[in-house]
Nanobody, 127 residues
Framework: QVRLEESGGGSVQAGGSLRLSCAIS????????MGWFRQAPGKEREGVAALDSNGDIAYADSVRGRFTISRDNAENSLYLQMNNLKPEDTAMYYC?????????????????????WGQGTQVYVSS
């Protein structure tokens, strides 16, 4: 079974940067979509950034230009570089992967009822 583990969260002041990592093991299917999601207290989980096995990438409007999603060549790690962080970026961040999805589908359709998810890493941005 696919396993995902996030790391890299923490506390940072507004305008700062963080880099999240997601170690992915036992990924045996393709095509797939994988991405980063976040959930703030009292809010629904939302897609932040996603990519797929074809190399396409999708971003939420709220992070485009500030966040960058990438993966390593061996495709066993997923990253999210977050720059110019804002207090509204404060949330628990999760990585996830699901078979057969495009980047767009992963970002906008994938929910926690499907796919494989990590346990999350907390990001706190102070003003």
């Amino acid at each position: 079974q696919v396993r995902l583990e996030e790391s890299g969260g923490g506390s940072v002041q507004a305008g700062g940067s963080l880099r999240l990592s997601c170690a992915i093991s036992r990924l045996t299917f393709s095509p797939y979509g994988m991405g980063w999601f976040r959930q703030a207290p009292g809010k629904e989980r939302e897609g932040v950034a996603a990519l797929d096995s074809n190399g396409d990438i999708a971003y939420a409007d709220s992070v485009r230009g500030r966040f960058t999603i990438s993966r390593d060549n061996a495709e066993n790690s997923l990253y999210l570089q977050m720059n110019n962080l804002k207090p509204e970026d404060t949330a628990m961040y999760y990585c996830a992967v699901e078979r057969g999805m495009t980047a767009f589908q992963t970002l906008h359709i994938l929910t926690s009822d499907f796919g494989y998810w990590g346990q999350g890493t907390q990001v706190y941005v102070s003003s």
